[in-house]
Each structure stands twice: as structure tokens, then as C-alpha cells.
């Protein structure tokens, strides 16, 4: 999430077999399968969903959209590599001139992306388990992420803003997962729905800056 | 694992434990392996050494058992927070519980987005348990608040669970882990 970004899994998408559009027509109706695509899993992730269901969305046959895609899975395939793209350009938490993180904005932006892509995140969450390609990408951002914060902290312990009793690489797993797992509860799940996104923004500053010992003890 | 799974008003035999109990145990070691989708009804029976039919005589299927396994960690999760005598004790426990239900959890995670049932009841728990951490976070924070960054640190640890589970992490001692989440938020991570 900082500067450190690694992307070493080997993941992407590439056309099957004849499966590249090849005409300004052939793309349009790729998008038109790949927007369908999202509407649905969207609204049912892609455990229970259909090549057929896809088309339908689409207003094509079934036979069109395999055309363009071996399985759903292909098409997860295509969006998720979108997404990784994304995220790796996006997703950064920059240093003050104090070395120290700068995390209101990088939390709105996760926030955002997430309520941008929320089908992708859906489905995503969706298919860590049973491990699989998808799941290993995951952990892979996941793992980019920490790397970031290691980093971070400690740019931040040489210059001395660090707490000197940090345990920093369990406070870097733990700092991805307070960016991670709250995002999924409020936009995958629709928990917490009366929340607001600066509240949220608040904690996680507090939590990555100076804490909450002020207001609270115990 | 055998005293976390003896439920109050579960039936016991003269220092065995019962079939019921045997199936669940049998259930959790499963779902710890396979997952939600990867257990069938027919390794959950081999697992206890019984068989599928004798599964059915105490559960309607593989649900069922689910459910109850769940119900178990939500009674052990609240009854040890209620015993708790402060956040960071509380962080402690909410690990250690949540390590010994480690099955049901990558179960819960694995069905999370298709069972609405299933993800209010999980959504429930969190409120309480939020609950019974804002307790113990007095001072100026208001309770609302002190709620939001319970649930926060509850989401947090559900994850990293979770990703002790599937094997992506290394476990850590538990009181190690909840030490520095506890520090954060207490202290953050720089010097004041």
C-alpha cells in the first residue's frame, strides 16, 4: 500500500484460442458481455451464476458470450486483472515530511474503490476458499500491502517517529487487515450501514497515528 | 478442543462424550480442512468414525450441523468476553476461541455471501460482542464510538483468523498479537 508494491504472481488474462475480438464491433460486444457480466455478479457472485445468465443480461446467446470467454471464470479472470491493475496504481499511502503516513485520503480511496468495483469485490471474497488462482492474487495484494507498511514503519523508526516498542511486522498485518476486512463488512456485506465514511476514516487514522489513549483506557 | 465442545443441556453420557458431540468435533476437524463446500455429509460421518446415516439421526444434514458448531462459538465468544476483565484480555480471548473454532470460521467465511440467514446471525454476534468490548473502552470516546472501533478490531481479528486457517499466516502467540493491536489503539503507531 505504500511505495513498495511487488507484483510477482503470475496472473493475467489472455484470450483463449481465437477468442480476441477482432473487429471495433468484436470489442463492443465483449464490453457489452463483460458490463452484463458485472451487473450479475453483482447481484449473485459467481458461485451459482451461469454462462447463459450472462448472455441473457447481455441480450446474446449463450453461444456469443463463450466466443469471447471459456467460462465465467474467464470473464472474473479479465475483470480481476483490470482490477489488480488498478489497485497497484491507486492504492498507495504516501509519507508526510515527518515519515509518517499520510491515511484519511488512502482510506477514502479504498473505500471508493471498493464501492466502484463491489461485484469484482464480491465475487473476489467469494472465491478465497477453496485456494485458487484467485485467492493466491489476493494474497498477493494482501502481502504487497504489508510489505508497504514494513517499509513504512521502518523509514519511520530510522528517523525516529516510530514507536521503538512496535512489533512492526505484526503491526503491518494488522494495519492491512483494519483497511481490509472493515471495507468488506460495510461495502460486501452492507454491515454497518448508518456509519459514516469519516468515522471509519477517524479510527483508522487514530489506530495508524497517535491511537485513541486520550479518549480511552483499558 | 473436547471441553469447548460440551454445550450446556447437551445430554452427556457417564464421562463420554456424547454422539452429538462426536459429530460436531468430527464437523470442525472437516471444516478445518475442506472448507464449508469441500466437507461432505460423508467425511464429516467418516471423520467420527459413524455412519452418514448415523449423522442424520442427530443432524437434518450438513447445515444443520454448521449452524449449531456456530452457535457453540458464539456462546464460548460471549461468555468469554463477559469474563474478560479488559479489552486487551478481551483481544486475547476473542483469538484463542476463535482459533478453537478455526473450522466453523473458514466455514462461515466460505458462505458468508450466500446464506443471508447465516450472515445475519454472524452480523449479530458482532453486535454483541462489539457491545461487550465498548464496554471496557471508557472515558470521553461515547459508547457509538467506542462500538465502531470494536467492531473495527473484531473485523480485524476475523480476517486474521481467517488467514491462519486457510495456512497464509504463521500463528502468532495470541497475547503477542493482541498486545500490538491493543497498543494501536491505544498509542498508534508513532511517538506522540
Redo the contacts between chains.
Sequence with gaps: MTDAQSSSTDFSWTPSEGRAPASRRGHRTRDRILEAAVSVFEERGLVEVTMQEIGQRAGLSSGTVYKYFRDKADIFRFLLTQLRQTISEETTIPLDDDDKLIVRPAVSRFLELYRDNVALYRVWWESLDPQNEFSDVWVEVHEGYRKGFIAALKRGGRTGVTRPDLDVELVAELAVLLFERPTYSRIVLGWDAEIEDHQVSAVTTALLGSGLGATVTG | METSLSPSGEPKGKGMRSTRQVLLAAGLATFAR?????ARVADISAEAGMTTGALYGHFDGKEALFTELFQQYGDDITRALNDAD???AQLVQWIDVSRTYSGAL?AS??I???RPEH?AAR?RL?ETCAGLMAW??????TQR??R??A??LI??L???TF?ES?G??EQ?RSV??A???H??????????
Design positions: 475442506a472448507g464449508y463446500e469441500g479488559s479489552l486487551q473458514r467465511a466460505g458468508l455471501q450466500r450472515a452480523h458482532r471496557h473502552m471508557r472515558g470521553p470516546l464510538d467506542a465502531l472501533v467492531r473495527m473485523d480485524v476475523d480476517q486474521y488467514m486457510m497464509w499466516k502468532r503477542d498479537v498486545a500490538a493491536l497498543g494501536m489503539v491505544l498509542k498508534g503507531v508513532y511517538v506522540p
